[in-house]
């Protein structure tokens, strides 16, 4: 059995260790509609493969900067929560913490018991102490890609990524350390996304799945009839339509 004290000096030692091509001007430039960059790491379930990890499914990659902190323990324990939401959207959830898969795995236990009420916490958790990850996929603030040059620690990894079937970024999402994450927002996303690529159209603020959508100003009156049926003209730039 790890204790915590062990586990905190390893991570302390491995915090050394950085990928090798920390460079600002080589950095991926991740942006909505950017490849979901592709890597290789150790996880709590195994080595992956990250695009075959996803498959034909979708995916959301999100991140945190070490074991053992209270608001990403919550964090953590709300996405594991509505696993079985994100199921039935076909959308895989991974995880990423900067520290290893040992200490990933005693923290696990925790999650389980603050946050699941002891049930199993069932999706990978990605040990990226190297840091390559959270460079390809920008996932610092200023102060901390000033740190990852010189090897000093990181304050905050707190990114959010939904990437679709054809591994294209959709979604960008970047927290301060105090704030917590809202998992019902990624969810809300995820619905409007899917939504949008199989009617063709955009939802409006604050959107919920079954509420009506907007026909985009691209689409005709004429061509919005026949391919909508009814709608409702607020604006002639803004219809609303059930889709």
Same mark, same amino acid.
């Given at each position: 059995?790890?204790?915590?004290?062990? @586990?905190? $000096?390893?991570?302390?030692?491995?915090? =050394?260790?950085?990928? /090798?091509?920390?460079? =600002? =001007?080589?950095?991926p430039r991740i942006r909505i509609g950017s490849a979901a960059p592709n890597f290789k790491a150790p996880t709590t379930v195994g080595e992956i493969d990250f695009h075959q990890y996803l498959g034909n499914s979708w995916g959301v990659l999100f991140?945190?900067?070490?074991?053992?902190?209270?608001?990403?323990?919550?964090?953590?324990?709300?996405?594991?929560?509505?696993?079985?939401?994100?199921?039935?959207? $076909?959308?895989? @959830?991974?995880?990423? +913490?900067?520290?290893?898969?040992?200490?990933?795995?005693?923290?696990? !236990?925790?999650?389980?018991? /603050?946050? @699941?009420?002891?049930?199993?916490?069932?999706? %990978?958790?990605?040990?990226?102490?190297?840091?390559?990850?959270?460079?390809?996929?920008?996932?610092?603030?200023?102060?901390?890609?000033?740190?990852?040059?010189?090897?000093? %620690?990181?304050?905050?990894?707190?990114?959010?990524?939904?990437?679709? %079937?054809?591994?294209?970024?959709?979604?960008?999402?970047?927290?301060?350390? +105090?704030?917590?994450r809202n998992t019902s927002e990624v969810l809300r996303v995820i619905d409007s996304l899917q939504k949008g690529d199989a009617k063709g159209v955009v939802t409006p603020v604050n959107w919920q799945a079954g509420e009506d959508v907007i026909i985009?100003?691209?689409? +005709?009156? *004429?061509?919005?009839? *026949? !391919?909508?049926?009814?709608?409702? *003209? /607020?604006?002639?730039?803004?219809?609303?339509?059930?889709?």
């Amino acid at each position: 059995m790890f204790s915590r004290s062990i @586990l905190r $000096n390893s991570a302390f030692k491995a915090s =050394a260790k950085r990928f /090798v091509s920390f460079d =600002a =001007a080589s950095q991926p430039r991740i942006r909505i509609g950017s490849a979901a960059p592709n890597f290789k790491a150790p996880t709590t379930v195994g080595e992956i493969d990250f695009h075959q990890y996803l498959g034909n499914s979708w995916g959301v990659l999100f991140s945190h900067p070490a074991d053992f902190t209270p608001v990403c323990t919550t964090e953590l324990g709300a996405f594991a929560a509505l696993k079985p939401e994100f199921d039935a959207r $076909n959308v895989k @959830l991974i995880g990423l +913490s900067a520290e290893g898969i040992p200490s990933h795995k005693e923290w696990i !236990k925790d999650i389980e018991e /603050v946050a @699941l009420g002891g049930k199993k916490f069932t999706f %990978p958790i990605i040990g990226d102490e190297s840091k390559e990850v959270a460079y390809k996929y920008d996932m610092v603030d200023e102060n901390g890609f000033k740190a990852l040059q010189s090897g000093g %620690p990181i304050a905050t990894i707190r990114s959010v990524f939904v990437i679709d %079937p054809k591994k294209t970024i959709r979604l960008v999402l970047t927290y301060p350390a +105090s704030v917590g994450r809202n998992t019902s927002e990624v969810l809300r996303v995820i619905d409007s996304l899917q939504k949008g690529d199989a009617k063709g159209v955009v939802t409006p603020v604050n959107w919920q799945a079954g509420e009506d959508v907007i026909i985009p100003p691209s689409v +005709s009156n *004429e061509a919005a009839k *026949e !391919k909508f049926g009814s709608f409702s *003209e /607020v604006k002639p730039y803004l219809r609303f339509t059930k889709a």
